[in-house]
Structure formats: structure tokens, C-alpha cells
Nanobody, 124 residues
Framework: QVQLVESGGGLVQTGGSLRLSCAAS????????MGWFRRAPGKEREFVVA???????YYADSVRGRFTISRDNPKNTVYLQMNSLKPEDTAVYYC??????????????????WGQGTQVTVSS
């Protein structure tokens, strides 16, 4: 079992930045693909970015060039640096872990573990 706890959400103005953290416990994240997803009010959950255990990184077109995922394996933590935030980035952001052999980093249904989410609100 992997437990995931997100933090770092909050209220920020358009153009601002936030860094989300996802602290994992129970297993080492080096054996997992790690992803970030978000759900905006009234919308479906959507893929944001993922990082595979072998270093591959996958971004949604809507965040490419603005968001960066990174991981610190010794700290068992994944980060999401969000720059140039827009009101449409407002959502609850979720961290998720997928067994590395699954190799489906964009598919939320293939993730095994989820955090509780952290709210990000971008004001215009």
C-alpha cells in the first residue's frame, strides 16, 4: 500500500506560482509512475502531468511549458511546480501512483493509489 498526502494548494492571482507536494509513505515511489490529475468544478477529472520511474515525463497540452513535475526519491516526495497560473487552472489537484509496469501514465483508471487532493484557486 502507498499512502499519498498532497499539500501546497491555495489561492493565487493570475500569473502567480504555486508548488504542490505529494508525500508518499508505505512504499518507495521509485517503483511507481507518479502523476498529477485535477478536477475542476462541474468537470471530469483530467490528466495534468506524470513522471515514470525511468524518467519519462508526460504533460497535458494545457500545462506544457508552465507546469513541471519532479520527484525526490530519497524524500519519497513528488512536486508539481505551477507557473503562469490561469483561472482555468482552478481545481482540486490529486497526486496518484501507478505500478511502473503498467506504463499508462495518462490513464487515471490505471493508477493504484490516490491522495485526498489539494485545492488550487486562481483569481482573475
Amino acid at each position: 500500500q502507498v499512502q499519498l498526502v498532497e499539500s501546497g494548494g491555495g489561492l493565487v492571482q493570475t500569473g502567480g506560482s504555486l508548488r504542490l507536494s505529494c508525500a508518499a509513505s508505505g512504499r518507495t515511489i521509485s517503483n511507481y509512475n507518479m502523476g498529477w490529475f485535477r478536477r475542476a468544478p462541474g468537470k471530469e477529472r483530467e490528466f495534468v502531468v506524470a513522471n515514470s520511474g525511468n524518467g519519462g515525463t508526460y504533460y497535458a497540452d494545457s500545462v506544457r511549458g508552465r507546469f513541471t513535475i519532479s520527484r525526490d526519491n530519497p524524500k519519497n516526495t513528488v512536486y508539481l511546480q505551477m507557473n503562469s497560473l490561469k483561472p482555468e487552472d482552478t481545481a482540486v489537484y490529486y497526486c496518484a501512483a501507478q505500478h511502473s509496469w503498467v506504463a499508462a501514465p495518462r490513464d487515471a483508471s490505471r493508477y493504484n493509489y490516490w491522495g485526498q487532493g489539494t485545492q488550487v484557486t486562481v483569481s482573475s
